[in-house]
Every structure is written in C-alpha cells, then in structure tokens.
C-alpha cells in the first residue's frame, strides 16, 4: 500500500479495506515506507525506502514480518540490506517511469551481480510493462513492483493490463 498524500487516518481507513482483499486472493499486504503503520494494520511486511527507518529498527517493530528495502542500483546497499537480513532487496528504476522521478537508474547488471552474492529475492522496480517484463524475469528478477503500467493504462483496464503479462 503506497499512499504517499494522505493522513494517517485515511491511511488506516483503506488499510483495512485492502488487507482482506489481500487476503482473500491470497497476495501479501506490505504497506510503504511505514512500519509502525504496518504494525497497526497487522500488514505482512513493510517496503522501505533508503530514507525510511532501518531494517534493524523496523525489525523491532514488526518482528519477523516482510521487510523488504529499495537499493536502487547499489551493490553496497544491497550489501548493507543483506547483513542486516532483508527479505527482499528492490532495484530500479530500470525504465522510465511516470509514477516518481527517476533518481537512480538501473540494468539488468544489477541483478545478475547481486544474484551471486545472495539468495534474497530480487524484486525490479519501475516503467515496467507487457513490453519489457520477461528481459527483467530473465536476468534474475524474482518479483517485478508494476504501477503504472496496471493502473495508470491509457490502453487498457487493470485486469486487461494484469492478463497481458502472462
């Protein structure tokens, strides 16, 4: 759950609306940048942003949930995410994207660098799409973070969009 713009409070309201449809489609309800929120909403994880509280101090939180981290395009963060036991270890933007401004930029060298170092799963972030999903997929990425092109499809609605990468 990534809701960048809205209070706590409203924040709380559609956490308890999403984590049953979760649920129910058996999908995990990790909320975004926010542990003590994850913590109230009893989510499955947290996603951390470099900037967020530490895996470490999110562990106190949220004990032995989901805690996964952005590295960007970093070895030495994913290094730093890998001592201190993260779940997962997100990279990217690998192509342009209108859902954030892209400050990092990343490649499929990444991932395969970072495949040889650990057996965390890898999860690929930004631009991605039914175009490009499978390059991502067949260069070590475990898991692929899709916004924009589900929710943001001029062509498509989301169910169509969700179909056409398969």
């Known amino acids: 759950m990534r809701l960048k713009k809205y209070s706590i409070k409203h924040k709380i309201l559609i956490g308890k609306k999403i984590k049953p449809i979760c649920k129910k489609n058996n999908v995990k309800f990790l909320v975004n940048d926010d542990p003590m929120l994850a913590k109230k909403l009893n989510a499955d994880g947290c996603h951390l942003g470099q900037k967020d509280t530490s895996i470490v101090k999110t562990k106190k939180i949220i004990k032995n949930k989901i805690i996964g981290i952005t ?18 270890l997100a990279f990217g933007a690998f192509f342009s994207t209108k859902t954030k401004k892209i400050k990092h930029k990343a490649t499929t060298s990444i991932l395969n ?39 943001n499809n001029k062509k498509y609605k989301p169910i169509d969009a969700i179909k056409r990468l398969k």
Do not use: E, R
């Not at 590295?71 to 997962?88: G, Q």
């Not at 799963?121 to 999903?133: E, Q, R, T």
């Open 71 to 88: 590295c960007h395009n970093s070895i030495k963060l994913a290094k730093t995410a890998i001592k201190n036991k993260a779940t997962y």
């Open 113 to 151: 660098k970072v495949k040889k170092l650990t057996n965390t799963p890898l999860v690929a972030i930004g631009g991605i799409n039914d175009k490009n999903y499978k390059k991502l997929l067949l260069n070590n990425a475990n898991f692929l973070a899709i916004s924009g092109y589900v929710w």
